[in-house]
């Protein structure tokens, strides 16, 4: 039995006569005609009869009629899902980021991919750069967002581009000395209580604070470790110590703090979005899409890294 049969006795049916249901099916009455015979002897029962006045149902071809109309609507609907599901408008999106990623860009990617994948499950998980990416090359997640791309087993399978660029700044309290200043140097920061990222979470950050002020500074050993930027600037506020991290800390608002350059000027890695090279997925092909186009330079980088895939 096939859809068609189906069909064709819906139209029977509904028309109550063979030449009106085989015009509305666009094909001639003989092959209707037969095609319903050999439907009864595979049901095993007659499903119509034909009388002067026009073929009806039986009991028995009400009774499939039901079931036929209802099958025929989830054939339908398949048709439909399986083309939302084709344009990656349904579905599921694993993003594993670093906590700095929702200062800028994530918040308007995510914003603007919610509106026009109303239907695609995101699940969104916050994560530290080294544990995002042992879970993105372990098939975890979908797309990671890391301070650097993704090291370790599994890497040179995945696709890495930079989203943004960063550099080191500092925050302290308004009460504090440097709150006033534009600026910090390297020598005064080696004199002030710190506070700075987990190694284990963010190696790349923390070897260019070691690079900025010396592998064994005093000041790095006994720093205060936070977990992301927001604790980074909570404890700063909070008169702990003068807190370095990256500059897009600038856009959280957070009243009593004042925020400083750290010169020399010390670039942090770049801020990248990571994938599957060979990801066949359509919700992360029109998740890549809106980071296209709402973050016009990422979008020549994009096509480029993955030219070879295509």
Do not use: W
Not at 94 to 111: K, M, N, T, Y
Request: glycine share 10%.
């Amino acid at each position: 039995m096939e859809a068609r049969h189906l069909r064709y006795a819906v139209a029977l049916a509904e028309q109550q006569h063979f030449g009106r249901a085989a015009d509305e099916l666009g094909i001639t009455q003989p092959p209707l005609s037969k095609q319903i015979a050999d439907l009864e002897r595979e049901v095993g029962t007659r499903l119509f009869d034909r009388t002067r006045q026009g073929v009806f149902p039986t009991a028995a071809g009400e009774a499939f009629l039901t079931r036929a109309r209802r099958a025929l609507d989830e054939i339908a609907a398949a048709t439909v899902d399986a083309g939302r599901a084709a344009r990656g408008e349904t579905g599921r999106l694993r993003l594993g980021f670093i906590a700095s990623a929702l200062l800028d860009p994530l918040p308007g990617v995510l914003s603007r991919f919610g509106r026009e994948r109303p239907d695609v499950r995101l699940e969104l998980h916050e994560m530290a750069t080294s544990r995002s990416s042992t879970a993105l090359a372990a098939g975890e997640l979908d797309v990671a967002v890391t301070l650097g791309p993704p090291q370790g087993a599994g890497a040179e399978h995945l696709v890495s581009v930079p989203i943004g660029r960063d550099h080191v700044i500092a925050v302290v309290s308004t009460a504090h000395p440097y709150a006033g200043q534009p600026s910090v140097d390297v020598d005064q920061l080696r004199h002030q209580p710190l506070i700075v990222s987990a190694g284990e979470d963010e190696p790349a950050v923390v070897a260019g604070l070691r690079t900025l002020l010396g592998a064994d500074s005093p000041a790095l050993v006994g720093a205060t470790v936070a977990r992301d930027v927001h604790t980074i600037i909570g404890l700063a506020a909070s008169g702990v110590g003068v807190g370095l991290g990256p500059s897009r800390m600038r856009a959280v608002p957070r009243p009593g703090v004042r925020f400083c350059e750290v010169t020399p000027r010390t670039p942090l890695p770049d801020l990248v979005l990571s994938f599957a090279a060979r990801d066949p997925s359509p919700v992360l092909r029109a998740f890549l899409d809106t980071v296209r186009r709402n973050c016009p330079d990422v979008g020549a980088v994009l096509d480029d890294r993955l030219r070879p895939y295509r």
